[in-house]
Structure formats: structure tokens, C-alpha cells
């Protein structure tokens, strides 16, 4: 996904106040000058964070012109942003046929808090997921149950298959780490795919002790400057509300005998360092400098002091638990938040609602493809 390119080509809209210069008829002449030019392509190229990048480019028309993607330093880090659910008015206007603004979703920045509108138009209606800057779109009814894989040259995508005498378990997060992939499944084991063979093989080589509560929990799997990490999630299960302190503001589609509605949201985050040459799994509160997203998209870690805003030992996290949104008529989105490894206190990243049956809100990387 591009958020860099001109904004006028491309309908991006900041919501946020952005300072601006008034450009008279002498200004608007400047970047023709050579000079003034290449000094706003130095300066362009200094800023690495988009967010930044798209305000330098709002400034004045010599600022825009340099605000290219050429000039923009794709091989620095990059933060998420928390893409939007869809918005309702957009999805009654695609059904009536009217594609004016139907195609757009908005985007936050959990740097600044800026937000802005991007046209994807092939994503109206539809599941979303994301990997690497890369997003994909699944129809709401489709179901995805096997682990392949594609590499350049192949003609069709390879499923690996389940080794004989290993008890099979859906897979439930899937991450690239040292030329391996790694998964882990919902009885808790760590798996390796290996595929460079021509017939890929699977071998677990953790395991998790999980006990009642974990079961019930997500789980995901990352690495992390240099290790692999799992994550344990608590709370994404519908449970019966103990007082009436939690009385919840998503309307329960009750079953047939249920007499009362049930409530879920994440309560706790356990997180387990895997050491790969032991074949073991220690729990830690101590993530250091770093700060995890997960939710729907590929679970990752930044370096918090290369961005403003950012926690350390934090994990941000969106509300992706699926079976869980089945059961409210509004949909998901509502279990989003900053969960602290030190305290276990959770608070808001986006303090705005967006609800979804389809496709609540999700991390994505912006790229410069």
C-alpha cells in the first residue's frame, strides 16, 4: 500500500490540523530553482517515518514536489497503522452502486494520532488480513484451514503436509524466522516447516504447558531481535459478566435456552521466549526496548525508542478473535488496546468505535510498493 504518494492523485485526507504555509505567486516559482530543489530532496530524505513525511509534504508546493517516493528512505523501520473497520455509509453506497467514497478507509497513526483516507477499492466488503506491507483480502464466507506456501518460479501454491505419526492441530500463527517457518497450534506446540526439501517436513520442537485458562486463549507467534517469541492471549473467549461492573455495550445474540447475555475482552498477556537449540520455552515479563503488535495481521516487534509514542515492554493489540464476533450483532472491534508486561494494566491506542461483522480494525505496515 502507498501513503506517499501525491495526496491530490490519490484522495489521502488528513483529518488532523496540519500546519501550512500560504504560498504567493513568487513562492510558488521557488522549487524551479536548482538549488532550493536539491535542498528539499536532502531534507526529504532525512525524514523517516511517513507520518512525517506527509506533513513535509503539505508545507508548501517546492515541499510537495520533493515529497516523491524516490526520495523517501524505504530501508528504515516503519511503525503500523491501525487500519479502520469499514464504515457503514460506504457499504450501503457499493450495494446501491454508488462508488463515491465507498472505496475509501480511513488509517490512525499510533505515532501522532494522525488519520487519514486511502481508497482500496477491492477491499470493500471483505475480510482483510496483512503481512509484511502486504494486503489480502478473503471473501467473508471463504475458510482458510491448510498451511502453504509459494516461491518465485512455482507455478501453484504447495501445501505442507502433516507428518504421519504427529496428532494433527489447526495452526493457529505462522512467522519466517532464520530461512525456517515457524508455527504454533492450539495444543501450544512450536512447529518448524522446513522447505527447502522437496517434500516439506514438520517437526515440533517446543512445547507449551498450557493449562484451562490457556486454552482458552490466543495465540501467537513472532520473532523478535533474534528470538522467537509466542504469545498467549487471555479473555477473547464469550464469558458470563461477574457483576454488573461489566456490563458491556455490544448487543448478545443469545442461543436457544441461554438465559444470560456473556461479555469477553482481553484480561492478561503471557509471553514465552523459545530457545530453539533446547527445545524449550521460558515465560518473561521483560520484553526490553521493544513493543509487540498483534491481532490480524503478521504478529511483529518494533524497537520503541526509534519512535515517539511508542512503549516499551508493551503489547498493542486489535480484537481478532473471530468466533467471539459471532456472537454480538454489532461484530468485533471493540478489544483493542495497550496491554503493559510490567503493571497488566490495558489502555485505549484508538479511543473512536469502529464495529465489524467482516473486517474489524487491523495493524497494516505501509510500504512504498
Known amino acids: 500500500m502507498d501513503y506517499v504518494e501525491a495526496q491530490e492523485n490519490y484522495g489521502i485526507e488528513g483529518e488532523n490540523e496540519i500546519d501550512a504555509v500560504n504560498l504567493d505567486e513568487d513562492d510558488e516559482n521557488i522549487d524551479e530553482t536548482p538549488a532550493v530543489g536539491n535542498a528539499n530532496s536532502f ?3 532525512r525524514l523517516n517515518l511517513i507520518e512525517d513525511y506527509l506533513s513535509f509534504g503539505t508545507v508548501c508546493q517546492s515541499w510537495h514536489s520533493a515529497a516523491t517516493k524516490n526520495n523517501f528512505n524505504s530501508d528504515l523501520p ?3 497503522w491501525l487500519m479502520l473497520a469499514e464504515e457503514e455509509n460506504n457499504n450501503n453506497n457499493a450495494n446501491n452502486g454508488d462508488n463515491d467514497g465507498s472505496d475509501c478507509r480511513k488509517f490512525f497513526s499510533i505515532y501522532n494520532g494522525m488519520i487519514l483516507k486511502k481508497r482500496i477499492p477491492k477491499a470493500s466488503g471483505k475480510r482483510c488480513l496483512e503481512s509484511m506491507g502486504w494486503l489480502m483480502t478473503v471473501g467473508k464466507d471463504d475458510c482458510m484451514s491448510n498451511l502453504s506456501f509459494w516461491r518465485p518460479g512455482d507455478l501453484r501454491w504447495t501445501r505442507i503436509i502433516w507428518d504421519q505419526g504427529l496428532d494433527f492441530a489447526a495452526q493457529v500463527d505462522v512467522t519466517y524466522f532464520n530461512g525456517h517457518f515457524y508455527s504454533v497450534d492450539y495444543k501450544g506446540r512450536v512447529l518448524v516447516h522446513d522447505i527447502a526439501r522437496p517434500q516439506p517436513a514438520t517437526n515440533v520442537i517446543a512445547h507449551l504447558q498450557f493449562n484451562c485458562l490457556d486454552r482458552q486463549g490466543q495465540l501467537y507467534i513472532l520473532e523478535s531481535l533474534g528470538s522467537l ?10 464469558r458470563y459478566a461477574e457483576d454488573d461492573g461489566d456490563r458491556f455495550p455490544l448487543t448478545y445474540i443469545r442461543m436457544e435456552g ?4 456473556e ?10 521466549q523459545v530457545d530453539l537449540a533446547a527445545g524449550k520455552v521460558t515465560e518473561t515479563r521483560e520484553l526490553g526496548d ?23 515492554n508493551h503489547i498493542y493489540f486489535t480484537d481478532d478473535y473471530w468466533e467471539t464476533h459471532l456472537f454480538y450483532q454489532e461484530g468485533g472491534g471493540l478489544d483493542m488496546g495497550v496491554f503493559s508486561l510490567a503493571d497488566g494494566s490495558i489502555q485505549p491506542h484508538y479511543k473512536g468505535l469502529f464495529l465489524s461483522n467482516i473486517c474489524p480494525p487491523i495493524w497494516v505496515t505501509p510500504t512504498l510498493y
Open 258 to 261: 441461554e438465559e444470560k447475555d
Open 43 to 45: 531534507i526529504a530524505r
Open 290 to 312: 521493544t513493543a509487540f503488535l498483534i491481532g490480524n495481521n503478521a504478529s511483529l516487534s518494533v524497537q520503541a525508542s526509534q519512535f515517539s509514542g511508542i512503549k516499551s
Open 229 to 238: 517469541f509466542v504469545v498467549v492471549r487471555h479473555g477473547v473467549q464469550t
Open 263 to 272: 461479555i469477553y475482552g482481553t484480561t492478561n498477556f503471557r509471553v514465552f
Open 78 to 80: 516503519r511503525v503500523p
